[in-house]
């Protein structure tokens, strides 16, 4: 039996490649969120988690994306931008891409636990704020959330393996 595959939708292929830079953080052992930002169809920036490696609380993905967006367009202003981010943004992030004008951002996975675009609150929708970024939820969810369960259940082993050769009992 020959299965067909369906073709990518543009949206999908974006998304895979925010999945690629959540692969690199998670290879360096950083929780596996991953972005990348699109002008005129085609990427202008990536982004990946380096919380731990550069010991700084503002290396999320979209943080480091939004740098180098801006440094590639040579402006602060990032109209006319697509953010694809694997999981959904935090205040911080949610923040940043607020300031930034980006147009429109597309989310892999829900945060129930700090994400601010519709799980604890929606920063994109607060009436005060002057720029409000359009938002799609749910672009290859079930890969996004996959990749994210499965590192915090290697890591909770590990956790579990770590403390039991150290003659501890696990909790």
Not at 75 to 87: K, N
Request: hydrophobic residues 35%; contains cysteine.
């Amino acid at each position: 039996m020959v299965k067909m595959r369906r073709k990518l939708t543009e949206d999908e292929k974006f998304m895979r490649s925010a999945i690629a830079e959540a692969r690199k953080a998670e290879k360096i052992g950083e929780v596996p969120i991953g972005c990348v930002i699109v002008k005129d169809g085609k990427i202008i920036a990536r982004g990946y988690n380096k919380r731990k490696k550069e010991g700084n609380t503002l290396s999320h993905a979209e943080i480091k994306a939004i740098d180098k967006a801006c440094k590639k367009t040579g402006d602060w202003r990032l109209e006319g931008c697509s953010m694809y981010v694997t999981l959904e943004p935090c205040p911080m992030c949610a923040g940043a891409l607020i300031q930034s004008r980006i147009d429109k951002v597309f989310i892999g996975c829900m945060n129930p636990k700090a994400g601010c675009a519709g799980s604890v609150l929606d920063m994109f929708s607060v009436d005060g704020f002057n720029h409000h970024p359009e938002c799609v939820r749910g672009i290859l969810q079930e890969e996004c959330s996959d990749m994210l369960k499965e590192f915090f259940r290697e890591l909770r082993k590990r956790l579990r393996e770590e403390k039991a050769s150290d003659g501890k009992e696990p909790q």
